[in-house]
Structures are given as structure tokens and as C-alpha cells.
């Protein structure tokens, strides 16, 4: 998101599902912050997709960062008008920063079972979305965003590739919770493998 937020004709919207999600399963209990998500953000999911995702026009090029799992009962079928693009991490990488804010995550809160669920939809309705993998962005941020935004059909901006530190408007509310790092950085670091185990 904070690449795309680089961009001349972008506008980047942060999880704007999350209220959603939130108010309708069990992570309310145990997502930090959530009560100030919900009472700040939209609850209505269908609502989100009509008037914002598929409503937004005001630049060229909307990008919102989604988590799978926000898309917690919703008909997908908004997505045949949107371009889709998977990022993923390993869960070896993934967890142990995870678990700094939910102690023991589910199945559910880290989105492996809903990729392929999500995967496997959008190349149902004809789609072959790329899925990018966050430890070739950091190996290689340059190559891999050019080659994204080759197949999506914009033109590579290397503004993309850099950004000034600090936390940006267009954050959640749940950024105190959960951005630290990237508030910290100024472009896509050095990949470091976990070492933190998880059981």
C-alpha cells in the first residue's frame, strides 16, 4: 500500500473491509482496537464495495489493501470488475510478527486457506491473477513491481519504490497496533528470515 501511495494517479484506500470483518466474527474479542474500528468505519460490507471500491473514480488508478478474510461473506462477485492481485508471505515469516498482537492465531485470521479459496474463484471466472510473494518483493522490489504493473496495465513509477518515514492519512485507525515497522521505513528493506518460533 505504501508503495502504491507513491504513485501521481493513485489513491490508496486501507482495508476498508475491516469493520466489516470485524463486526461480524469472533476476531472483535481479540483484534486490538477493534471497537474504534467499528465505530469509526462503515460496518456494512455490501455498502463498502457499492459506493467505494466499485464507486471510487477520482484518480486514474484505486488501490485497496485488503485482508482475505474480510471478505467474510460477501458475494465475490464484485471482483470480475476489479483487477486482483495475491500477496503472500511464508508462514514461517508471517507468524511470529502476527502473534505480537493476536496471541494465538486461527486458521481464519492468517488467510492461507482463503488464498487458495480466493485463487481458486477468481480463475473460476476467468482470471489469472498474479500472486506475489513478499520475500521476492524485498529480494528484488524494482524487477517485481515493474513486472506487476506491466501485466496489470500501468506504467512502473520508481517514486514506487520509496517513500518518507512516519505514518500516512490514509492509515487505519489500527496502525498504532500494527504498523510500527513500516512507519519506521523509508522503502522495501533487506529481507530477514524469523527466527522467533511459534508453536
Known amino acids: 500500500m505504501y508503495s502504491f501511495a507513491q504513485r501521481n494517479d493513485c489513491q490508496v484506500f486501507d482495508e476498508p473491509l475491516y469493520a466489516?470483518?470485524?463486526?461480524?466474527?469472533?476476531?472483535?474479542?481479540?483484534h486490538p482496537g477493534a471497537e474504534e474500528v467499528i465505530a469509526t468505519m462503515e460496518n456494512d460490507?455490501?455498502?463498502?464495495?457499492?459506493?467505494?471500491?466499485?464507486?471510487?473514480?477520482?484518480?486514474?488508478?484505486?488501490?485497496?489493501?485488503?485482508?482475505?478474510?474480510?471478505?467474510?461473506?460477501?458475494?465475490?462477485?464484485?471482483?470480475?470488475?476489479?483487477?486482483?492481485?495475491?500477496?503472500?508471505?511464508?508462514?514461517?515469516?508471517?507468524?511470529?510478527?502476527y502473534a505480537v498482537n493476536v496471541e494465538k492465531p486461527t486458521l481464519q485470521d492468517v488467510d492461507y486457506k482463503q488464498h487458495v479459496e480466493l485463487l481458486n474463484y477468481l480463475q473460476s471466472i476467468g482470471q489469472n491473477p498474479p500472486v506475489l510473494d513478499s520475500k521476492q518483493i524485498l529480494l528484488n522490489?524494482?524487477?517485481?513491481?515493474?513486472?506487476?504493473?506491466?501485466?496489470?496495465?500501468?506504467?512502473?513509477?520508481?517514486?514506487?519504490?520509496?517513500?518518507?518515514?512516519?505514518?500516512?492519512?490514509?492509515?487505519?485507525?489500527?496502525?498504532?497496533?500494527?504498523?510500527?515497522s513500516v512507519h519506521e521505513s523509508t522503502g522495501f528493506g533487506e529481507y530477514v528470515k524469523k527466527v522467533r518460533a511459534i508453536s
Open 141 to 180: 522490489p524494482k524487477k517485481v513491481l515493474s513486472e506487476l504493473c506491466e501485466r496489470i496495465g500501468i506504467d512502473f513509477q520508481e517514486s514506487m519504490l520509496s517513500w518518507q518515514a512516519g505514518a500516512r492519512v490514509e492509515d487505519g485507525c489500527w496502525a498504532k497496533y500494527w504498523y510500527k
Open 45 to 97: 460490507g455490501e455498502k463498502v464495495v457499492r459506493d467505494l471500491i466499485l464507486g471510487f473514480d477520482a484518480k486514474p488508478v484505486a488501490f485497496f489493501k485488503h485482508m482475505t478474510h474480510h471478505l467474510f461473506n460477501l458475494n465475490l462477485v464484485f471482483l470480475s470488475d476489479t483487477i486482483n492481485i495475491l500477496l503472500t508471505r511464508d508462514p514461517e515469516d508471517m507468524l511470529p510478527s
Open 20 to 30: 466489516h470483518y470485524l463486526s461480524k466474527t469472533p476476531a472483535r474479542a481479540y
